[in-house]
């Protein structure tokens, strides 16, 4: 079986079941934040990391997807 990337847990989908809930959350929002407040993807990783009740599993994904992207 294969490992999440973020953690070493065994993965589900590309994350272990943690970090994918993480990242589909991450990735549902954005459209929202866009729409709202008309940010890039980049702009909006970075403000949702910067908030303070942003959770640990959403931070680990954001840094692994701006790693990925070279952001």
Not at 20 to 41: C, F, P, R
Request: charged share 25%; aromatic share 12%.
């Amino acid at each position: 079986m294969s490992i999440c990337p973020i953690c070493g847990r065994d993965k589900q989908d590309k994350f272990c079941s943690y970090h994918q809930t993480a990242y589909d959350n991450v990735k549902e929002m954005y459209g929202q934040w866009k729409t709202a407040a008309g940010l890039s993807w980049e702009e909006y990783l970075h403000k949702i990391s910067d908030i303070e009740s942003t959770g640990r599993w959403i931070r680990e994904v954001i840094e692994f997807i701006m790693q990925q992207d070279g952001l």
